[in-house]
Nanobody
Framework: QVQLVESGGRLVQAGGSLRLSCAAS????????MGWFRQAPGKERDVVST????????YYSISVKGRFTISRDNAKNTVYLQMNSLKPEDTAVYFC??????????????????WGQGTQVTVSS
């Protein structure tokens, strides 16, 4: 299994930006579909964005489309989530995840088999 460590989460004001990073170790990410998920208190873990192995295909949830951008640097074994125009409803723990399966245009949480520990993003109004 690949080990994933997220970083970059912090407190930010509404309208601000953050970039989350997910560093992988143990295996190269070249063949993995990668994803960012988030979980707010009392809510289920939801998919935010996913990206295929080459970066040529991406998925965004409707709630973040146009504001967030997922990217990957396979040479650095790292995946990023650039978050702009942040809103209080974006407040959650953000998780990075890896899937050995092919890119799915309708991503599902259970497709992903390696998870990071999460990083807290808090957006104040």
């Amino acid at each position: 299994q690949v080990q994933l460590v997220e970083s970059g989460g912090r407190l930010v004001q509404a309208g601000g930006s953050l970039r989350l990073s997910c560093a992988a170790s143990g295996r190269t990410l070249t063949t993995y579909t990668m994803g960012w998920f988030r979980q707010a208190p009392g809510k289920e873990r939801d998919v935010v964005s996913t990206i295929n192995w080459s970066g040529s295909s991406t998925y965004y949830s409707i709630s973040v489309k146009g504001r967030f951008t997922i990217s990957r640097d396979n040479a650095k074994n790292t995946v990023y989530l650039q978050m702009n125009s942040l809103k209080p409803e974006d407040t959650a723990v953000y998780f990075c995840a890896a899937s050995r399966g092919t890119f799915n245009t309708v991503p599902r949480t259970w497709d992903f088999d390696s998870w990071g520990q999460g990083t807290q993003v808090t957006v104040s109004s």
